[in-house]
């Protein structure tokens, strides 16, 4: 089978036509949903970018892999130890390298590797193509070397294409004379007036008042240096959906090389995402800063020979998607199984056993609902967090803040309250407990796997059997956070809002208070034992 991943940087679903947003973002990506599936709750398991991709491409958690962070020790997967073998495929394979040892033409077309050094990402893929840039280069530069790839090798059977666009990211450079889609279509309804200058009387890097990190400002057209009132709010959406209609039609024209190669149809097509967005959530403006729904949860558009098409509300994660691949490929193919060289009795479940992720293909090939009854998803380059994701609710446990206005524990009903404005925890605490345990039970079922070396966990290694969202603190902080309090908080002092600036200054984001000490100012308190 041929698949074509396009993998689209800071993507969120409910900014795209498919899922139902009101402007005409995405005609190429709505084309690929009109006759594949959508799936509405899928989710980035760790966040943001380099956590994210490590875990797509490993089948691992970042507290089983240790990539929670984007610098210092967890920015880089634990060492095997005495279990490594001669090349790491053979001890952990990734998801390429599984597609690549039973015959697959593998590729990726991406800078980011060389953008957060994580050249381990690029195990298993045959061949690699930096578009140079680290990050910065636009569609334009990206799509020639995919559709070169393309000309070269669409008609061959069996290859894997990722492709990675960056256009959706700050700081919204897509060219000026590209035009503005959207000048005349009204902004999104979130956040309303009164929520923006609640806003810019609070705090964070990229919050209202400072959209781009430490107040510096920008030289950008695009972008204002802040969001002050809805004129400004529509400049910056304005600026992030140009630049998802400006990638989509790159997208587009990647799928007219299929269509023009003559296996358009026969293609399994991928569109989604490494994270989400904040445009306003949480006061976080253009970044991806926290484990909350608007930057975990992703889109996951998938369409090809064999899937059947509609919608899956199920709850899933992107590790996931190399076990699913592989199921669904070897339910078409009853000698990829046996290409995988795996024993006899694991020829009908051929996922390796060193992976996490749990396959969802039975929702690809007959809408069967194979989703997850609840979902964490960990944040640890901005800001320290767990998140619980389960029946309507989101609930938020901050361990280190990363310079933001965050309680120790919050609680969103995202089904009614999608753009989390009403924190719940304090007048539903029997919710916050029943989110919590789920989040512990987690936690202590990753960490007996990494203890007894099943799944995707590993004893081996230095700090293998400490949950690394705990090592990220104990060096710093998350690495976008670590070393600016002082001057953050001179920020705060110069900008009228000195009431903040000692507590930051003091605390370096560190969250002292307990969920138990925070409740209790409610009307139904949490005892400690609680």
Known sequence: MRILYVDCDSLRPDHLG??????????????????????????????????????????????????????????????????????????????????????????LVSSFPQRHGAFHVTDGFGEWRNPGGGGTERAEVVYPLAADWLADHATEDDWYLHVN????????????????PFADDPAPEFPDADTIAAQYEGYGPHSAHEPHAWGDGNDLERTPDEIAARAD????????????????????????????????EET???????????????????????ADFATARVPLIVSGPGVESGRDDGLHYNVDFPATVVEFLASEDECFAEDLDVSADRVEDP??????????AGSLTDGRAVGHEYLVVSQGAWACQRAVRWDE????????????????????????????????ARDRPEVVREGLSLLDDWSSSRLRETATDTAGGSSAG??????????????????????????YAKRLRETGRATHADDVERREGVVETSVAEYLSDGDEPLTDEE
């Open 268 to 290: 399994l097509v991928v569109v989604s995402a490494d994270h989400g967005e904040n445009l306003g959530e949480l006061n976080v403006y253009g970044d991806h800063q926290t």
């Open 165 to 180: 666009f960056w256009d959706p990211h700050t700081p919204y450079d897509t060219p000026m004379d590209f035009g503005n």
């Open 393 to 424: 609710y989101v609930l938020i446990r901050t361990y280190h803040d990363g310079l933001k206005q965050f309680a120790p524990v919050e609680l969103y009903d995202v089904e009614t309250d999608p753009h989390e404005t009403t924190d719940l």
């Open 18 to 107: 498919c899922y139902g947003y009101h402007r005409d973002t995405s005609p190429a990506i709505d084309d690929v949903a009109e006759n594949g599936r959508v799936f509405t709750n899928y989710y980035a398991s760790d966040l943001p970018c380099l956590p994210s991709r490590t875990a797509l491409f490993s089948s691992r958690f970042g507290i089983h892999s240790g990539v929670v962070n984007h610098g210092d020790t967890n920015a880089d997967p634990r060492p095997q130890g005495p279990q490594r073998e001669f090349t790491t495929s053979q001890t952990r394979p990734t998801f390429p390298a599984v597609l690549n040892a039973v015959g697959y033409r593998t590729a």
């Open 351 to 360: 996922v390796p056993d060193a992976w996490d992720g749990q396959s969802f």
């Open 462 to 487: 230095p700090q293998a059997l400490e949950d690394p969202l705990w090592r990220v603190i104990a060096e710093g902080g998350p690495y976008h956070a670590k070393g600016h309090a002082e001057s």
């Open 233 to 264: 709010f529509k400049r910056w959406v304005d600026g992030y959906d140009v630049g998802v209609r400006y990638m989509d039609e790159y997208i587009g024209r990647l799928l007219d090389v299929l269509e023009q190669a003559g296996v358009r």
